[in-house]
């Protein structure tokens, strides 16, 4: 486990309140678990607090009513920008599933080495409980996932080597 200072703490609460009642798809556990374990790859690799706390709140953004504003209001703008570069620009209205993928992978494109990092803990977290309950979406998943990996390269090393590991086969 990592340092629970204050504003990890804040972090972790923050988003578990965000995110309650959700829970996460094939297992039904509290989706909380996702973001403590993207969370605690991040802070395993020497992460800065600031980045372990956009870890934790790594899909508010997209999965509750929460705003990047509110987001440097509690956090401050460095982990609200980081959130904004992991979260995904693209919608259902943006287009078929290949477009929408497309434009998330030239938008981290440009994102932080933290960001980077932050999605290459995420993707890991992902991959074995969707290769797990759901083979037929997992060669989807991989695959997009894999033209997904070369965006990711200045992020941690050590979670890079991970996740083209995770992503091998199927």
Known sequence: MWKMNPLVEDARDFAERAHKGQTRKYT?????????????????????????????????????????????????????????????????????RAARKRMDRLHLRSACPEAKTIKLADVIDNVESIKEHDPKFARVYLREKRLLLPFLREGNTSLYQIAVGVLEGV
């Open 28 to 96: 039904g556990a509290a989706y909380i678990v996702h973001p403590v374990a993207v969370a605690a790859s991040v802070a395993g690799v020497g992460a800065d607090d600031e980045t372990v706390a956009a870890a934790l709140l790594h899909d508010v953004l997209e999965d509750t009513g929460c705003t990047a504003a509110r987001l440097a209001r509690l956090f401050g703008v460095r982990v609200a920008r980081i959130v904004m570069q992991v979260t995904n620009p693209s919608t259902w209205a943006t287009g078929n």
